[in-house]
Structures are given as C-alpha cells and as structure tokens.
T-cell receptor
C-alpha cells in the first residue's frame, strides 16, 4: 500500500495561474479531505468528500474547487491563484461512517507558493 | 462551533525528562473524539494518541499518555522519557462523534513546537 500520495511536493505559481493538486489513496477509503496549513493557524479544512460524486465545503473553501469521480482520487483545483493561497496543503483519507473510530491518514503535503 | 486552543507555542525539554503539552477545547457536543498529532520536520502528520470522550480512562500509547478532563474541557499530552525523535510540532484536534462522513472533520489547534534537547 502506498497510502495517501500527493503530487507535486512543491509548486510555485504566479498570481492568476491555475493548477490542480493531486491526491490519491489506495486503501478504499470513502472519506477524503483537503486541509491547508498556515503558520500560527494549524490545519483548516477546505473541502471534503464522503464518497465518489459527493463533495462539500469545509471551513475555508473560497478559491478552491474539488470533484470526486473515483474512490481513489480527490484533486484540488485552484482556478486563479492568489498570494493568500500560499500554504502547505494536506490531503487525508479514512473510512467513513464510523464516527472517528478509524484513523485519518495524511499525505506528505504540497508546499505551494503564489507570487 | 467547536474551537481548540493550544496556549504554548513552543516548549523545550531535556532528553529523558517528562513534558506536558496543554490543550483546551470548547464544544456543546457530549460525544466526541480528541487527538494528538505529531508533525516532525518531514512535515508528515502522524497520529500519536486518540481519546473517546465517553471513556473515563485516559488513553496511553507507550511513552505517550493523556490527561482528559471532560468537565474542564482539557486534554493534555504527557511525553515520558523524551527522545530526540520527539522533536516536532504537536497538534491537538477535535472530531464530533457520529456516523456518516460529515463527522470525520478534524478541528485543529495552532500547535506546540516541542524541542528535545540532548
């Protein structure tokens, strides 16, 4: 098992550019989510999905889009990058429907810089 | 809305000593989970320990244990026999209990940077 994988590890964008952060898991987890980590603010939930075809907003969804066409993949799209989106992005996955009994597995993170 | 507060931005401890990291939270839920995650310099998020709010017994995992005070809404992490590999950022996190994916959302504190000195 590769667990949760994220690509790329690092990315530099210019303001206004678009890009997709990739996240994949091979554990057949229903639940997947995206967090951003900013200095002094911990991790904050951007979007999450409870299964293929189902997504919802988290705490800080503005400027980001997601879709979930397969169980394995949960990409995060920045349509028009802004400097405020400079952050480290983490993808996480777990089984769903067990109310927290299952561990959430995190990917290694993507460090994004928007100039 | 739930909040998680970690009031110690940085802490330092000597190798082999014991250190306690503080965490308080605010919620109106009666059933929930609390977690401590470790983030070493590699940036990987690693689950250290988990506590179910309905359990009165404090969770323990080897050198890591918690002091869970439900009435005070306090959830501290004690690390015994500190090792150099314990140097990391530690995050306290809250999750509402329930069934269905919407309850899998973690709410994190701002973290405590722990340095273990040789």
């Amino acid at each position: 098992n590769a667990g949760v994988t994220q690509t790329p590890k690092f990315q530099v964008l210019k303001t206004g550019q678009s890009m997709t952060l990739q996240c994949a898991q091979d554990m057949n987890h229903e639940y997947m989510s995206w967090y951003r980590q900013d200095p002094g603010m911990g991790l904050r939930l951007i979007h999450y999905s409870v299964g293929a075809g189902i997504t919802d907003q988290g705490e800080v969804p503005n400027g980001y889009n997601v879709s979930r066409s397969t169980t394995e993949d949960f990409p995060l799209r920045l349509l028009s990058a802004a400097p405020s989106q400079t952050s480290v992005y983490f993808c996480a996955s777990s089984y769903s429907g067990t109310g927290g009994l299952d561990t959430q597995y995190f990917g290694p993170g993507t460090r994004l810089t928007v100039l | 809305a739930q909040t998680v507060t970690q009031s110690q931005p940085e802490m330092s401890v000597q190798e082999a000593e014991t250190v306690t990291l503080s965490c308080t939270y605010d919620t109106s839920e009666s059933n929930y989970y609390l977690f401590w995650y470790k983030q070493p310099p590699s940036r990987q998020m690693i689950l250290v320990i988990r506590q179910e709010a309905y359990k009165q017994q404090n969770a323990t995992e080897n050198r890591f244990s918690v002091n869970f005070q439900k009435a005070a809404k306090s959830f501290s992490l004690k690390i015994s026999d500190s090792q150099l590999g314990d140097t990391a950022m530690y995050f306290c996190a809250f999750m509402k209990h329930g069934y269905g994916g919407a309850t899998n959302k973690l709410i994190f504190g701002t973290g405590t940077l722990l340095a273990v000195q040789p």
